[in-house]
Every structure is written in structure tokens, then in C-alpha cells.
Nanobody
Framework: QVQLVESGGGLVQAGGSLRLSCAFSGRSFSNYGMGWFRQAPGKERALVAAISWRGGITNYTDSVKDRFTISRDNAKNTLYLQMNSLKPEDTAVYYC?????????????????WGQGTQVTVSS
């Protein structure tokens, strides 16, 4: 069974940076497309960024392009999200997800595995 554990969330001022990590265990990490989603209060969970099995292909929602970077280290079974120039509207619970492919992640990760989430709060 796949397990995902996020870390790195916290409180930061606008303009600041955070790096989220997601530790993957239970199966072969390199066989899964991975992604970060977020859910703000009163809103639906939405895709932030996704990455292919070997990290060669990435996908970002428009609002985070040029500010966030998704990456993975298959040797360490870890997914990352580097978040720079943070804005108050980035405040949300951030979730790590694993699914069969990048395409499945972009489609919402409905049949995949999910972590419990980590809170990111950006103050103005």
C-alpha cells in the first residue's frame, strides 16, 4: 500500500518562500506520476503542479507558473514543491498525490493515493 507524508508547510509572509516535501513509501516511486493539489477554505481541491515518472515533464496551473517548481528525487522517494514569491491567495492545505501517470494526476488523481495534507498560510 502506498503511503504519502507531506511536510514543510507553515506560516510565511507574502513574498516569502517555502519548500514542501512528500515522502513516498510502499511501492516503487518511479512508477508513479506525482502531483501537488491544494484546497483553500470554501473551495474545491485543485491541481497545482504535476510531474512525470522520471521528472522530464511537468505541468503547472497558470496562477503558480514562474513561482513554483515541482521536482522529484527517485533515489530518495521524495517529491518536492518549491514555492517562491508566495501570495495570500496561495493559502491552502497542500496535498501530495500519486497515480499511474502524469495524465492521471492532471485528470484529478481520482484513482490514486493521497497524503493527509500540510497547511500553508501566507500573511499579507
Amino acid at each position: 500500500q502506498v503511503q504519502l507524508v507531506e511536510s514543510g508547510g507553515g506560516l510565511v509572509q507574502a513574498g516569502g518562500s517555502l519548500r514542501l516535501s512528500c515522502a513516498f513509501s510502499g511501492r516503487s516511486f518511479s512508477n508513479y506520476g506525482m502531483g501537488w493539489f491544494r484546497q483553500a477554505p470554501g473551495k474545491e481541491r485543485a491541481l497545482v503542479a504535476a510531474i512525470s515518472w522520471r521528472g522530464g515533464i511537468t505541468n503547472y496551473t497558470d496562477s503558480v507558473k514562474d513561482r513554483f517548481t515541482i521536482s522529484r528525487d527517485n533515489a530518495k522517494n521524495t517529491l518536492y514543491l518549491q514555492m517562491n514569491s508566495l501570495k495570500p491567495e496561495d493559502t491552502a492545505v497542500y496535498y501530495c498525490a500519486a497515480d499511474f501517470s502524469l495524465r492521471d494526476i492532471i485528470a484529478g488523481g481520482k484513482n490514486g493515493y493521497w497524503g493527509q495534507g500540510t497547511q500553508v498560510t501566507v500573511s499579507s
